[in-house]
């Protein structure tokens, strides 16, 4: 007989732990947008400034940091300008390519 397994008793996951530097952020950034789903993108650049540190990403962009925690979530809609800011701290850029041909 096998042993069962409350939910309450499985570790959480946080997907900060994962994103160890530029290319992991960069990496998921990309999958994030490739689906996109603009509250998701929200969320995902949440994720991967927790995973630098959420103070001093605020640092670097000038927005406090319970401002970003708020900007950041997956029911938000961030402004391009806050988008921005939060990827040059992380030391990513969002790049328009092509669809079509």
């Not at 996951?13 to 490739?34: G, M």
């Not at 789903?37 to 969320?43: P, R, S, V």
């Not at 994720?47 to 940091?65: D, K, P, S, Y």
Request: proline content about 4%; some cysteine; hydrophobic content about 45%.
């Amino acid at each position: 007989m096998s042993k069962k397994i409350k939910v309450e008793d499985l570790p959480t996951f946080d997907p900060a732990e994962h994103l160890k530097d530029d290319a992991d952020i960069a990496a998921y950034l990309s999958l994030v947008i490739d689906e996109g789903d603009a509250g998701e993108l929200a969320h995902a650049l949440g994720i991967a400034a927790r995973a630098r540190g959420m103070a001093n990403i605020a640092e670097q962009t000038g927005i406090g940091r319970e401002a970003l925690y708020k900007a950041l979530r997956a029911d938000s809609q961030p402004r391009f300008d806050t988008i921005s800011r939060v990827c040059k701290a992380l030391g990513v850029k969002l790049v328009v390519q092509p669809t079509r041909g």
